[in-house]
């Protein structure tokens, strides 16, 4: 009986202590949080595997004592949404910015820098075909495919045409460089060889078929013109204004 009663004071007395530890924690975080020592920090809510999304069903909020917080920590959702992250992120871990891209941001590699629905086409280009080594990362272009036709008659002649068949897409690298001039600290660009465009799924096929069948141009584009322009097909009978002269009038005879 009295070990009982012994077992029974010894249960009373640790609940007691704890009860005391966690109302002494209490009072020394509400005076934290009174203080403005506690701020507000995004964490991950479960695994985040590295290159997948940040979505908002895998963050939550959590208050961490301030002086314990990351510089890079992020604090709100707007921060970390959509965007990409760099290496995985476990669960209740803080999300640090520098742990994750934006979409678009090639500076940590090709694939980075294309958005939801885009995909990377690389292209041999030439001096000519390249504008001369000046178009640069992020300008946008056009793409001339130049091809012949085999008329379904042997004995009529082959036609050559000139089509644009893609509109304003992005450069995505030149050579190796994922970067324009102007983000590329002074350093001087070099000549390149190919060129990496951001097209569609249809787009790509097109363009892997005018490299393979033809040859293709890029047309530079203006920033801020976004315009899609509907052109028909040139071909080499447009070179002698053909199809578009008109007959040469007859003069009316003269009355006596």
């Not at 007395?13 to 949080?33: D, I, Q, T």
């Not at 939550?60 to 992120?89: C, F, N, T, W």
Request: net charge positive; proline share 7%.
């Amino acid at each position: 009986m009295r070990n009982k009663l012994f077992l029974f004071f010894a249960v009373i007395f640790a609940a007691g202590a704890a009860l005391s530890v966690y109302f002494y924690l209490e009072s020394v975080e509400k005076a934290y949080r009174e203080a403005g020592k506690y701020v507000t920090v995004v964490v991950a809510g479960s695994d985040i595997p590295a290159r997948s999304t940040v979505t908002a069903g895998v963050i939550r909020y959590a208050d961490m004592p301030e002086q314990y917080v990351h510089p890079a920590a992020a604090r709100s959702a707007q921060e970390v949404l959509g965007k990409i992250a760099l290496a995985d992120i476990a669960a209740g871990e803080p999300i640090l910015k520098s742990k994750l891209v934006a979409e678009k941001d090639a500076r940590h590699g090709l694939a980075f820098g294309l958005a939801a629905g885009e995909r990377a086409v690389t292209v041999a280009v030439t001096e000519v075909s390249g504008l001369a080594g000046m178009v640069q990362p992020n300008d946008r272009v056009d793409v001339i495919a130049t091809f012949d036709v085999v008329p379904p008659n042997p004995q009529e002649p082959k036609t050559s045409y000139s089509s644009t068949i893609i509109h304003n897409v992005r450069v995505l690298a030149t050579g190796q460089t994922l970067v324009s001039v102007k983000d590329s600290k002074g350093k001087k660009g070099s000549g390149f060889e190919t060129v990496t465009l951001a097209v569609t799924p249809a787009q790509a096929q097109l363009l892997v078929l005018a490299s393979e069948r033809g040859t293709i141009r890029l047309v530079l584009r203006s920033p801020a013109d976004e315009s899609v322009i509907r052109v028909p097909p040139a071909k080499l009978l447009d070179l002698l204004n053909v199809a578009h002269s008109a007959p040469v009038p007859v003069p009316a005879p003269l009355k006596k």
